[in-house]
C-alpha cells in the first residue's frame, strides 16, 4: 500500500493534465479536475498516517480531517459507480434526447446559431447522463464505512501515545 500511495497523486495529476492534441479544459473540468485531485490526496494521506506505529491526539485530528475531505470530495467520482441498470438507462435516455434534438428544426438558423445550439444539446446531454449516472450510484460497501471509525477506535484504546 505505502509504495502504491507514493506513485497514485502523481499518476492522477499526470492524467488529468493537458495534453497538447486534447483542448483546453474549461473552467468546470478544472474544478473537477481540482475536487479528484483533492479527494485521491485525502485518502492517500488517511491511508499513510493509519500505518503510524502509534498516534498522538494531533494525528488523530489530522486522520479525522483527512477523511473528512475525502467525504466531501468523493462525489466526483460517483458516475463511474453506476451500476448496469443506471448506465442502461442513461444510455437510453441519451439516445432519446439526440433524437428529440435532431427533429428539432435548425433550418432557419445561421451557421453560428447552429453550432451554438449543437453545443448546447451536447451539453445538455452530457449532463442528463451524468445526473442519471449519479443517481443509479452510490458509495454503500463496508469498506467505506468502517474506516469512518477508525479515528474513533484509536482513541477508545488502539495504539496511541
Known amino acids: 500500500m505505502r509504495n502504491f500511495a507514493k506513485v497514485i497523486l502523481g499518476t492522477f495529476a499526470t492524467a488529468l493534465r493537458r495534453n497538447n492534441n486534447q483542448p483546453r479544459p474549461t473552467r468546470s473540468q478544472i474544478q473537477e479536475f481540482n475536487k ?11 491511508c499513510l498516517m493509519t500505518q503510524y506505529p502509534s498516534h498522538t491526539d494531533q ?48 433550418a432557419n438558423l445561421t451557421a453560428s ?23 443509479g450510484a452510490h458509495y454503500n460497501f463496508p469498506k467505506i464505512y468502517l474506516i469512518s471509525y477508525y479515528a474513533e477506535q484509536i482513541q477508545l484504546g488502539g495504539k496511541k501515545n
Open 36 to 46: 479528484a485531485i483533492l479527494c485521491v490526496r485525502s485518502i492517500t494521506d488517511f
Open 113 to 135: 446559431e447552429r453550432v451554438k445550439a449543437r453545443q448546447e444539446n451536447a451539453l445538455e446531454r452530457q449532463e442528463l447522463v451524468n445526473e442519471m449516472l449519479k443517481e
Open 59 to 106: 494525528t488523530v485530528s489530522y486522520l479525522r480531517q483527512y477523511l473528512r475531505e475525502f467525504h466531501e470530495t468523493k462525489n466526483v467520482f460517483l458516475r463511474f459507480r453506476a451500476g448496469k441498470k443506471a448506465k442502461k438507462a442513461a444510455t437510453e435516455a441519451h439516445k432519446n434526447l439526440v433524437k428529440e434534438q435532431s427533429q428539432a428544426s435548425v
